[in-house]
């Protein structure tokens, strides 16, 4: 019961996890710029993205355009792209095989078969995990880096979005649930990893006064 109640957890942790990287991957404030200008009325908040730049105006307008260019994207955003896509790919696999491998699903064969595959939805979750943290600390130290230089104007200062956050914490989220998955499977029988014991030989009785061969007879 309480391993059933383990993976539970891990389910609805690598669930989080997954809606976590989804959501920061397709959101537009990886880095905002609040711009103010001279008064409040003219401030411009300036959201960008992986996939696409936005800018909302004090008014009430929103306005955003896609980035179809690659070759022009820095090298953050072109690797924050890579690995975050890669990072919802894995963490789809490895949630939907460590549902195959969970005991309240009457799915995937036997113990050892489910203990396999979960397993393997562990090492995917965890893989899925560590593609997530390599953009967000990546963005992070470049927009740390550029608010520190003191030769770029303030204008063009960002600060970390909620997206970075949202990715981060998704991030754990997945490393904390496939580690759940990966040691559960560990988690068997401990007599499965025993060997089978060996057959003793014991030898028969025989009743007194019924032996053919008694050495008395010899005497």
């Known amino acids: 019961m309480a391993s059933m109640c383990l993976q539970l957890l891990a389910f609805v942790l690598a669930f989080c996890g997954v809606s976590g990287v989804l959501a920061a991957t397709l959101l537009p404030n990886w880095m905002v710029n609040l711009d103010t200008g001279s008064n409040v009325i003219t401030a411009i908040v300036q959201l960008q993205g992986l996939w696409m730049d936005c800018t909302c105006y004090s008014t009430g307008m929103f306005s955003c355009t896609l980035k179809f260019s ?28 460590s549902t195959v491998g969970m005991q309240c699903i009457r799915l995937g064969g036997d113990r050892e078969s489910k203990s396999h595959a979960s397993f393997a939805g562990g090492l995917c979750l965890m893989s899925a995990g560590i593609s997530g943290l390599i ?58 990893w025993l060997p089978p014991p060996k057959q003793q030989h014991t030898p028969t009785a025989k009743p007194e006064g019924s032996s053919a061969y008694n050495l008395k007879d010899y005497v």
């Open 70 to 97: 690659v070759l022009t994207l820095p090298t953050h955003v072109q690797a924050a792209r890579a690995t975050m896509i890669l990072a919802c790919v894995l963490a789809v696999s490895g949630i939907c095989t």
């Open 135 to 192: 953009p967000t600390v990546w963005y992070t130290k470049e927009i740390v880096a550029n608010f520190l230089d003191l030769t770029v104007p303030e204008s063009n200062k960002h600060e970390p979005g909620g997206a970075v956050y949202i990715g981060f914490i998704a991030a754990l989220l997945l490393l904390i649930s496939g580690t759940i998955f990966c040691t559960f499977c560990l988690k068997k029988d401990p007599e499965a």
